[in-house]
């Protein structure tokens, strides 16, 4: 039965033709198999500098390298410079230790939580000194383990660091600290007509500062683009302690290199951000959120071809789900189906400054896409409340599968044609070794969230998941890592996405900015590397 949320009349009208009958199911595509010589051109992709081959033991944690150890007197100073801010009680260590996956725990037994750059240049001038690691945190909602230490670093946390500098109203840049929560943001720049560029479902937990350090994507990316071009300008604490302070507000800055890009996404093994200057877009004051279905996913493109060329300026997010995804929310969160079950589910999202204008666009682009048979059935909220419990149904899928069992997360970037044809030749691939596989993500940017579960961690089925999921993507010119990084997780598998020369460069600006490695060790760049 179709469902209406609080929509205009003329999309009440578009909607109720969704009611037809669907048309015949169009005939399965062939899964891909991959040929003899195109799984040699990709295992060619991946060799170690011993000509070795990696395995799923390359995602494992290396074997600790010589850093100095925390003593009573690194304590002594640790205590006088942040008094009260440093934790050594284990209890309150644990959580910090360890991922919210559960997937990844060290062993720290030190975690400070400064307040302002000048004293986490003490901080990083005195690790440095002494050669202690230092594991850079902000919210930890990370998902490859590039957020907690792998041995005993100590936990520098940005979660104290959670001002808001300034906001200009009439730019809408906003200057804060890196351990704003981004919800917090958000509701600040609400009440002043502004919105953040990003939005992830882990925005009442994560800070901004992580987001910039691991260039976050998220719901809004299709509008606003990437981190790379709404930061305006950073504040970074260096490993020797020297505070970079390229903290811009200005959007055109030609002068020399611009030295923000090479911390955004760095995860934290360049320098620690501490604070972010941000170009804020202006609130929608007209905002409307459909929920489709389709029958393939064929049709779902054409939906977003369809979408991009009839709503255009107003488009603002169209993300999909399948029905896996579907059934893991209806059976793990009972979140009912908001309408008849299908292969697929599209969310697609409006935002503009006139109710009338984007409303009719939206009636055009829905009774065009039903006359075409595109989609079989759909749902309209323009309500703050029913829009959230749509989103919801996307948002919270990586909720759902971790009440599947132990789940192991891919985060590929593919040219969209190409996105759910990874999800049908894992499976075919897995066969019943797996217990879900399921596909979901942002089609407008061409990023996959590959998500595969199983009863318990499963050691046989991840040699079977990794490295076919890598050289998979490596075939058709993918991103090994579309939004989350590389982590610890994904270190020894850039070669699938990166050229040797490049990340060979990569590890040289790493020496010349961190000399003694001290900053996030173990994460990012792949073990074999020989930096100079």
């Known amino acids: 039965m179709l469902r209406v949320f609080q929509s205009p009349p003329q999309l009440r009208t578009a909607l109720r033709h969704l009611s037809r009958a669907r048309p015949p199911a ?26 070795s081959r990696s395995s799923p033991a390359a995602a494992a944690a290396p074997q600790r390298l010589p850093f100095s150890r925390v003593t009573v007197e690194d304590l002594a100073f640790f205590r006088k410079t942040l008094p009260g801010r440093t934790i050594t009680d284990p209890d309150l260590v644990q959580s910090s230790n360890e991922d919210w996956l559960k997937s990844v725990r060290g062993s720290s037994e030190v975690l400070l939580r400064p307040q302002t750059a000048q004293e986490v240049s003490q901080i990083l001038s005195y690790c440095n000194s002494r050669n202690l690691a230092v594991n850079p945190q902000g919210g930890n909602t990370g998902l490859v383990g590039g957020s907690v230490p792998v041995h005993d670093e100590i936990i520098l946390s940005t979660s104290l660091m959670n001002s808001i500098l300034s906001f200009d109203n009439i730019s809408g840049i906003l200057t804060c600290q890196a351990g704003c929560v981004l919800e917090n943001l958000t509701l600040y720049l609400e009440e002043r007509e502004y919105i953040m560029p990003l939005d992830l479902g882990a925005k009442g937990s994560c800070q901004v500062g992580g987001n910039v350090a691991t260039n976050a994507g998220g719901l809004r990316l299709l509008r606003y683009g990437s981190l790379h071009g709404t930061v305006l300008g950073l504040e970074v604490v260096l490993a020797d302690g020297q505070v970079l302070d390229c903290l811009s507000t200005l959007r055109k800055d030609n002068t020399g290199y611009d030295l923000k890009q090479l911390f955004i996404g760095s995860e934290g093994t360049l320098g620690v951000i501490t604070a972010v200057s941000i170009l804020c877009p202006r609130k929608p004051k007209s905002v409307n959120v459909v929920f489709l279905g389709c029958e393939t996913f064929d049709q779902l493109l054409k939906t977003f071809q369809l979408c991009k060329g009839m709503l255009g300026e107003i488009l603002s997010a ?38 009338n204008h984007d409303s009719q666009k939206l009636h055009n682009f829905l009774e065009e896409a039903m006359t075409s048979l595109l989609v079989t059935d759909g749902t309209v909220a323009t309500e703050v409340s029913k829009v959230k419990a749509l989103w919801s ?82 075939r058709f010119h993918g991103s090994i890592s579309a939004e989350h990084g590389l982590g610890l997780k994904k270190r020894n598998y850039i070669y699938y996405s990166k050229s040797r020369p490049a990340v060979a460069l990569m590890g040289n600006i790493k020496t010349l900015l961190d000399p003694k490695g001290i900053l996030n060790p173990y994460k990012t760049l792949p073990d074999d590397l020989k930096r100079t």
């Open 26 to 51: 169009a005939d399965p595509q062939p899964c891909f198999l991959t040929s003899p010589q195109s799984g040699a051109l990709c295992r060619q992709l991946h060799v170690g500098a011993d000509g």
């Open 393 to 474: 149904m996307r948002e919270r899928v990586t909720e759902a599968l971790t009440h599947d069992g132990f789940t192991y997360k891919y985060d590929i970037s593919l040219p969209v044609e190409r996105i759910y044809q990874l999800v049908t030749d894992m499976r075919q691939h897995l066969g019943k070794r797996a217990r879900s596989v399921v596909g979901y993500g942002h089609v407008g940017d061409g990023n996959l969230h590959l998500n595969i579960t199983s009863p318990a961690k499963d050691p046989a089925l991840l040699a079977s998941i990794e490295p076919f999921v890598y050289e998979w993507t490596a």
């Open 318 to 355: 169209f993300e999909f789900l399948d029905s896996e995804c579907m059934r893991l929310l209806n059976t793990h969160l009972k979140l009912p189906n908001p309408i008849s079950d299908c292969p697929f589910y599209i969310v697609i999202e409006t935002s503009g400054s006139d109710s």
